[in-house]
Structure formats: structure tokens, C-alpha cells
């Protein structure tokens, strides 16, 4: 793999110049270089974790948030891009003693 000198981009073989598909600059190839450039063909396979059985407050990230139906301190949260990208994320949370789900969003 080769990174355009110019704007830091990769750059790909065409027959005997490597071109950058972003500013298009041009490099002559090296054979002797390329040697040096590894190759890899295929990843070993990644290891599937099943967390179907595992309950959500085992998994997700719990913080101190009191629950508007039951009192419980402590919840699980998630947070989501829900309005445009300018704006703040919104909280979801999740109580852990009696599964309730609010939200909460900065204003």
C-alpha cells in the first residue's frame, strides 16, 4: 500500500505509477520497494460472543440516574444521535431494579 506524498491519501497501482484517486498525483512504481510490501489475503475468523442469555445490565454501562417510577439510583444508559449532528446525542436509560426506560436530552 502506498500514501500519496502529497495529500496523505492511498494511492493505487496503474500499471507502472502508483496514482492517487484524490489529487491524482503520480509516483513511478519500485520493484525493490514493493518487495517490502506486505500482502495479506485473508484475517483469521473473529470469534462470535453469544449475549442472547446475558441480561442488558450485565452488558451495558450503568451510571447513578434515579428512576421516575421507582426511586432505584442506578441505571443502564445508551446514547443516540436522534436530531441533526449539531445537536447534543440524547441519553437512554434503563433502570435496573424495575426495567423502566426513559430519556433524557440536554437543551
Known amino acids: ?15 507502472d505509477v ?7 498525483a503520480e509516483e513511478a512504481r519500485d520493484a525493490a520497494e514493493e518487495t517490502d510490501m506486505s500482502v495479506s489475503e485473508s ?12 441480561d442488558d445490565a450485565q452488558v451495558a454501562p450503568t451510571t447513578d440516574a434515579r428512576c421516575p417510577e421507582c426511586g432505584n439510583d442506578r441505571a ?3 446514547m443516540k444521535q ?20 426513559w430519556r433524557e436530552d440536554d437543551h
Open 1 to 15: 500500500m502506498k500514501f500519496c506524498d502529497d495529500c496523505g491519501s492511498m494511492m493505487k497501482a496503474n500499471d
Open 18 to 24: 502508483w496514482v492517487c484517486g484524490s489529487c491524482g
Open 43 to 54: 484475517q483469521d475468523e473473529t470469534e462470535v460472543v453469544d449475549v442472547s442469555e446475558v
Open 76 to 78: 443502564s444508559y445508551e
Open 82 to 101: 436522534i436530531r441533526a449532528a449539531d445537536e447534543s446525542e440524547t441519553r437512554f436509560f434503563t433502570c435496573t431494579e424495575c426495567d423502566h426506560k
